[in-house]
């Protein structure tokens, strides 16, 4: 097993540095480049960028640089650009190198500034002279929804939303998505089989942004509307309490732990639903499957109970699929229900990847796709460790 998790951490790097490549160039695949929407074809003679303009943008932004020497400083930082200088020789002036004739020239003017080094750098605030690099989690700077303030900053203020509302709808779907497969699947077309079945297509096929909608009409409008207590359509907390609203009802306080719980209550429904449906009819879909095996008839026959040969024969063995499909959830943690957080205008990573795409915001997508790439590959290691757990058959060697 050690082996083989070594060859998977050496496989993972790779599968990342790769991911890396693809994802620089779709910045550059964009059409105009990535400095397309920042007003050089805006109307307003007043707001358009002049060539000097964009020239010094993309020497405050790296994007002077031949393309190899792009990647290699947004991927590994650019404080070893002069010092690969030093090692290789500057030609000078004639060979066009930077606006200095030296490989000094391809660093950034702050970074140009410290010496071409983070040597002697306040490591007190995130923010460095010269960049470090997306490999060591140097995302830089956001270029248009917060300007200058730097994105891990920006992604770390929308994590602990996100992780609230999907760490808890993973839960709620495993723990009632389970025993509701098994239960279907022992008692196959019986009056609860069918009512599982039933409800597992509704939430597969049910679109997620009607149904967000319709929970928001429910209990935000029409309760408040019957006098009953009424729930937050948005947010993650209450900036007042609004007479006639739960929080009022329960004598909630703005910005406690209940208040935050109660904002959670219509998102965490919604997507709860749709994952149940889902894992559920996968757990009975591959339960029906186990126990038609030799063993659990084999189990049976040795008079087992029928507890243990549910529980600890089949539905060991029935996990397998569904580990498949719920590991690949870690990545969905990090970024987010799109639509879920876009219906009730929740401040979670979903929303600000979309946001980001929208604004131009290169920098924010770049590391929101890095980071995704990351989770996948840990997921996949994650779910061939579960494998091993759940069947003691499987080994990896």
């Known amino acids: 097993?050690?082996?083989?998790?070594?060859?998977?951490?050496?496989?993972?790097?790779?599968?990342?540095l790769v991911s890396t490549i693809f994802i620089f160039l779709i910045l550059l695949a964009q059409p105009g480049g990535p400095l397309a929407g920042i007003g050089r074809t805006t109307g307003d003679q007043k707001t358009r960028l002049s060539s000097e303009d964009i020239l010094r943008i993309e020497q405050t932004l790296g994007l002077n640089r031949p393309f190899y020497l792009q990647y290699l400083t947004w991927a590994g930082g650019e404080d070893w650009v002069d010092e690969l200088g030093n090692l290789l020789g500057n030609p000078g002036d004639k060979a066009k190198m930077g606006a200095t004739g030296t490989w000094t020239g391809f660093q950034t003017p702050t970074c140009q500034e410290a010496g071409g080094t983070n040597v002697g750098a306040d490591t007190s605030v995130v923010s460095y002279p010269c960049q470090r690099?997306?490999?060591?989690?140097?995302?830089g700077e956001s270029w248009s929804i917060s300007k200058g303030q730097q994105v891990i900053d920006i992604i770390s203020s929308r994590m602990a939303p996100t992780l609230r509302l999907l760490i808890t709808v993973t839960v709620?779907?495993?723990?009632?998505?389970?025993?509701?497969?098994?239960?279907?699947?022992?008692?196959?077309y019986s009056a609860l089989d069918y009512t599982v079945t039933t409800f597992s297509f509704f939430g597969i096929s049910m679109p997620v942004f009607w149904f967000g909608i319709m929970l928001i009409i429910l209990f935000g409008h029409y309760f408040r509307t019957w006098g009953l207590p009424f729930f937050p359509s948005g947010g993650t907390q209450a900036v007042r309490i609004i007479n006639g609203s739960i929080q009022d009802f329960l004598g909630v306080e703005k910005g406690s732990a209940a208040d935050i719980a109660v904002h959670l209550f219509l998102p965490t429904m919604m997507l709860t639903l749709v994952y149940l449906a889902g894992w559920a009819r996968f757990m009975r879909s591959s339960m029906l499957e186990v126990l038609r095996q030799d063993y659990v008839r084999t189990a049976r026959a040795k008079g087992l109970r029928e507890r243990a040969v549910i529980f600890k024969h089949?539905?060991?063995?029935?996990?397998?699929?569904?580990?498949?499909?719920?590991?690949?959830?870690?990545?969905?943690i990090f970024s987010g229900a799109v639509l879920t957080e876009t219906v009730f205008s929740y401040p979670g990573m979903g929303r600000l990847f979309i946001q980001a795409l929208s604004s131009n915001d290169w920098p924010i997508v770049m590391a929101f796709l890095y980071i995704n790439a990351i989770l996948v590959v840990i997921a996949t290691l994650v779910g061939d460790v579960l494998y091993t757990i759940v069947d003691p058959r499987i080994r990896f060697e």
């Open 1 to 16: 097993m050690t082996n083989y998790l070594i060859r998977r951490a050496f496989q993972m790097i790779i599968v990342v």
């Open 133 to 139: 690099g997306i490999l060591r989690f140097d995302f």
């Open 172 to 188: 709620l779907s495993l723990v009632i998505a389970i025993p509701l497969g098994i239960i279907s699947a022992v008692r196959q």
């Open 314 to 332: 089949a539905a060991r063995n029935a996990l397998i699929p569904l580990i498949t499909i719920v590991v690949f959830q870690i990545p969905d």
